[in-house]
């Protein structure tokens, strides 16, 4: 049943345009990720109506996610870390085409999925190699021993380039949220989302 449910709203958000549910979600649902983790920040869903569908509601909630992964992406760069692809594995990455390919539009970058059910054992398993002498290096491991990508999403320029304006606006709901309340709301201009 809740595969099943999971699979509808997925379905049915991929429907609605990016940018187009008039919601704006923070996903400090259990407390704020990096960058800047603070776990008494709560999330929040910004726009709701009476016509607010669950479909709008979850698209909004991925959107989220996906702009909390971009923050810890921003701050790794603004650290000197160059990032030129994302690696995904797990559940998510494998079984949610929509979950997916918005996180590459927000991201603006391509994202892989590993082809392995077991990536994590099988990394643990190149370095056992490689200290075991098998292998001289973690790259000829990789090379040996790795099952490649199962499927590779690419960015849609139309949506990144939504998702950069919607982008700003999960950053200033943030700040509200962050330093008072909504209360302050009124002095930042939300362009997108109401």
Do not use: H
Not at 9 to 35: H, K, M, Q
Not at 80 to 99: M, P, Q, S, V, W
Not at 151 to 166: F, I, S, V
Request: hydrophobic share 45%.
């Amino acid at each position: 049943m809740e595969g099943r449910l999971l699979q509808r709203l997925s379905e049915e958000a991929a429907r609605i345009p990016a940018g187009a549910t008039g919601l704006l979600a923070l996903d400090w649902l259990n407390g704020r990720r990096t960058p800047y983790a603070d776990q008494t920040l709560k999330g929040a869903i910004a726009g709701l109506t009476l016509g607010s569908s669950a479909p709008k509601i979850f698209r909004a909630l991925v959107e989220a996610t996906a702009f909390g992964s971009r923050a810890i992406n921003e701050r790794f760069r603004e650290e000197g870390l160059e990032i030129k692809e994302i690696i995904a594995l797990g559940g998510i990455a494998r079984k949610n085409d929509f979950a997916m390919q918005v996180l590459a539009d927000v991201l603006a970058m391509p994202i892989k999925v590993a082809a392995s059910d077991q990536t994590c054992a099988l990394g643990a398993a190149m370095f056992g190699a490689v200290a075991a002498g098998l292998y001289p290096t973690v790259e000829a491991a990789q090379e040996k021993m790795g099952c490649g990508f199962a499927k590779t999403y690419t960015p849609d320029p139309e949506n990144a380039a939504k998702y950069r304006r919607l982008y700003k606006d999960y950053l200033d709901l943030g700040r509200v949220l962050e330093g008072g309340g909504l209360l302050k709301a009124q002095n930042v201009g939300f362009r997108n989302c109401f």
